[in-house]
């Protein structure tokens, strides 16, 4: 998991630990709303886990999770964004 939050943080141009931290800025919430839908949909991982590794709510994965999954599937350039993103990641 934590080669993945790295991959996802650096192609974001931010540090695993940035996305670790409380930081509400639009940029680093977007990053890791990614990281939370890629660990989850792609990774299989629990949102239970996801959020303990991230020191977040598992109620606050899960509800970014459901907006990311609605972004993905009706905005472009989202859908965009996380096929470039997921392209790159290596598993």
Do not use: P, W
Not at 4 to 29: C, R
Not at 64 to 69: L, W, Y
Not at 73 to 91: M, S, V
């Amino acid at each position: 998991m934590e080669n993945i939050i790295k991959q996802v943080a650096n192609f974001f141009g931010f540090t695993a630990e940035q996305l670790k931290e409380k930081n509400a800025s639009a940029n680093v919430s977007k990053a890791r709303n990614f990281l939370y839908y890629i660990l989850h949909f792609d990774c299989n991982y629990s949102s239970a886990k996801i959020s303990k590794t991230l020191n977040r709510t598992q109620r606050q994965v899960v509800r970014q999770n459901a907006i990311t999954k609605y972004r993905i599937e009706n905005f472009k350039d989202y859908n965009d964004l996380y096929l470039k993103l997921a392209k790159e990641l290596k598993y």
